[in-house]
Structures are given as structure tokens and as C-alpha cells.
């Protein structure tokens, strides 16, 4: 209402508008998987935005049969409300909060002409591009999450800011870890073994790597996963895939899909294999796509999107949306702002 009104806001980013609506038909949509989460993420959003608020509730509504708490509660942190430590709670509220700022986006005239997900981000890429209903995507989310928690405890995640071809070459000597995810030209998730990743964190750290452990139980991406391959695609059976209305770029093959293929097939693979999330940045930058969104409560993916567009010499740019303990509609329209003048 500001923005329309022409009331000055602090913060707002001036410039010139650089392209028009993305490029090739509109900007792309990113979401992340896990890390963007925070305590109180979409809470003041919740009571400043009339479309967050009907879709947050619209997902309330399509997960209420798969879980036995409040996404709103959780949102607003009730007392009793479980924490975001658990995986079957982190991701579907990650989930609704990824939808809900990607029909606000909507509601402000920016229409994605594609959208791309890393790792359980894809879930919700899918139900934005319309390959999943909001029904099914909740069940996915919901339910796959649930199955993952068996695997809880054993397992670790690293970050390394390598080249994944240097960090392939170092991981021979530590049995059961592998790369879980490409993210940029230099940036390499690694996953299995906790103790076998933490090892693996420590020789590079050794040699002055700023690779770190990410604050997680459970090996996303490994040879871990195979042991509930039966669980997912038992219980995600009854998911009916469409063919959606906005072109869906997969990560997990590293190339534009039909979405009428995301089956449990589908969703259990996302969770087994490597997230290419580099690759299929590039494919979209090849395929003339020249502004990236990133929807969600943080931005986690902006750098490496960015890093990608550097090395290959792309005029593209990267916007976020919310940021950590900055989650109402002034920072939305702030980053709405940035977003118009890089041709929004």
C-alpha cells in the first residue's frame, strides 16, 4: 500500500529496472530446504498480510490430517506448540511458509515463469508450479518427513566451500559419506556417518577450509536413506501428480520436467539423490531466465545462485524475501522493491 501510494519507506532500494519480468517469461521462484527456518518466521507476517494469512491457513487446513499440531500455533510460538528441532515439524512448516510468501509474491503482480527446489524445497516448488495440489504436496511433505525421523541420530551433514570435484577426491578415506548436493561453483554438501562427516569437516577445516557440520541428525542424500525407501513410497502411494501451469526445473535431474512425473517414484529419489542444484541453475540462466526469487523465510540459496551467475558471466540477479527477525510486510515490500527494479 505504500509502494502504491508513493510514501517514501526506509530501506526501500531505489534503481533502475534492469529487464523485464525476469526474462524468458518471468523470474524464477527458488526454494530452499532446510536452514531458512527461524523462531517466529511468518508470525508478524501472519497479522500484516491478508493473502499469507488465507494461505497459511489454506495449508493449516491441507496438513491437518497428517500431523496433530497447530501450523499457526508453531508459527506463532504457543506454549505447548512442538519446536522447529523436529524434522516432522521444521518441514512442513518451512513448506506453508514457502507457499504462502509465494502466493503473496502473486498477489503483488510477480508470476513465476519457472521455479526450482533443493531438496524438500522441491515439494513446494511443485504445488506453486501446480504439478502437486496443495492436498497432495502436504502429504508429501508431511508424511515423508515423519518416515525420516527413523533415521534420526545416526546420520550428519557438512558444508565444504570447495568445488565438488575436490571434495570427491578427499572422500575416499571416510566410508559412507558422499556429496548430497552441488550448490554453486564452490559450495559441496556432504552427508552419511555423523562421525564419519564430522572427521571429513575436521581434515579440511585442518587445512584452513571453513567447511562446517550442519546442525542436523539425520543423512539426507546418502546411502541412509535406502533403508526407508519401502515407508516413503508406501506412504506417499495414493499421490496423484498433475501437469502444472509454470515450468518446473528438477534438481534431481538437472533438467526441465514434466511435473505429471512427480510420483513416489519421484519423492523418494529427491530424497536419495544428490541435489544438483548448481547444474540446474546454469540450465535456467542457458534458458534466458535473468531474476531469481528466492521464497522463504531466509535467504539460503541467494549466494550460491549468485556465485553460479558470476562464473558463467550471466546479467541475472537474486532477491529474497524475508530475513531472520525481519519477517513482516515491510520487509516483504523492501525486497518486492529490489525485485521491481531488477525488472519484477
Known amino acids: 500500500a505504500s509502494l502504491a501510494g508513493g510514501v517514501s519507506l526506509g530501506g526501500v532500494v531505489e534503481g533502475v529496472v534492469g529487464g523485464s519480468g525476469g526474462g524468458s517469461g518471468g523470474p524464477v521462484f527458488v526454494f530452499p530446504g532446510q536452514g531458512s527456518q527461524w523462531v517466529g518466521m511468518g508470525a508478524e507476517l501472519l497479522d500484516e498480510s491478508v493473502v ?32 522447529l528441532d523436529r524434522v516432522d515439524v521444521v518441514q512442513p512448516v518451512l513448506f506453508a511458509v514457502m507457499v504462502s510468501l509465494a502466493e503473496v509474491w502473486r498477489s503483488l503482480g510477480v508470476v513465476p515463469g519457472a521455479v526450482v527446489g533443493h531438496s524438500q524445497g522441491e515439494i513446494a516448488a511443485a504445488c506453486v508450479a501446480g504439478g502437486l495440489s496443495l492436498e497432495d504436496a502436504a502429504r508429501v511433505v508431511a508424511l515423508r518427513s515423519r518416515v525420516i525421523g527413523v533415521l534420526a541420530g545416526r546420520g550428519g551433514m557438512g558444508s565444504v566451500p570447495l568445488p565438488v570435484g575436490v571434495v570427491l577426491e578427499r572422500l575416499g578415506g571416510f566410508g559412507g559419506v558422499s556429496v548430497a548436493a552441488v550448490n554453486g561453483p564452490s559450495s559441496t554438501v556432504i552427508s552419511g556417518d555423523a562421525g564419519q562427516v564430522a572427521a571429513c569437516v575436521e581434515v579440511f577445516r585442518g587445512e584452513g577450509v571453513s567447511a562446517k557440520v550442519i546442525a542436523v541428525d539425520y543423512a539426507s542424500h546418502s546411502v541412509q536413506v535406502e533403508e526407508v525407501e519401502g515407508a516413503v513410497r508406501e506412504a506417499l502411494a495414493c499421490v496423484v501428480p498433475r501437469v502444472g501451469e509454470v515450468a518446473f526445473y528438477s534438481t534431481l535431474e538437472g533438467r526441465r520436467v514434466d511435473t505429471s512425473v512427480l510420483d513416489a517414484d519421484y519423492w523418494y529419489r529427491n530424497l536419495r539423490g544428490t541435489v544438483e542444484f548448481d547444474a540446474t541453475v546454469r540450465l535456467l540462466l542457458e534458458d534466458g531466465f535473468s531474476l531469481f526469487v528466492e521464497s522463504s523465510p531466509h535467504p539460503v540459496l541467494s549466494v550460491a545462485v549468485g556465485e553460479t551467475v558470476e562464473e558463467v558471466g550471466a546479467a541475472a540477479s537474486v532477491v529474497g524475501t524475508l530475513r531472520r527477525d525481519e519477517g513482516g510486510w515491510r520487509r516483504f515490500l523492501t525486497s518486492a522493491a529490489t525485485a521491481w527494479t531488477h525488472g519484477a
Open 52 to 83: 499469507f494469512a488465507e494461505w497459511v491457513g489454506r495449508c493449516e487446513v491441507a496438513l491437518s490430517p497428517f500431523v496433530d499440531w497447530s501450523l499457526v500455533d508453531v508459527l506463532r510460538g504457543v506454549e505447548g506448540a512442538p519446536g
